[in-house]
């Protein structure tokens, strides 16, 4: 199928959502790459498609979410506010008052954990 369409079936191109310029299915989160200077959020740390948003700006990529590729944003581990990659052991910053513990002395990342 060609860019705007995902194969649905043998003999048959289903068209994506009007946000994606390749996708993997018809729903906005499906988006494999994006039209424009829209970004991939992706939807998982797991996942290869996502929902393209508008380019945030300096940041990069908006909170909950790192820098993969140019245009593409990956899904940050659930415990991190802020990262550097998808492991729980990648966070920069932690949601509400949980803690990060740094992986060592040398390191800006860690995991986040609970206020003992």
Known sequence: CTDGYYQEAETVCGKCDDSCK????SLDTQCLNCNGSDILYKTSSTSQS??????????????GYYQETETTCGKCD??????EGNQNTQCLSCNGSDILYKTSS???SGNCQADP
């Open 22 to 25: 390749t996708c993997e299915g």
């Open 50 to 63: 996502g929902k393209c948003q508008t380019d945030p700006g300096p940041q990069n990529c908006f909170d």
């Open 78 to 83: 659930d415990s991190c506010k802020t990262c």
């Open 106 to 108: 040398t390191s800006q």
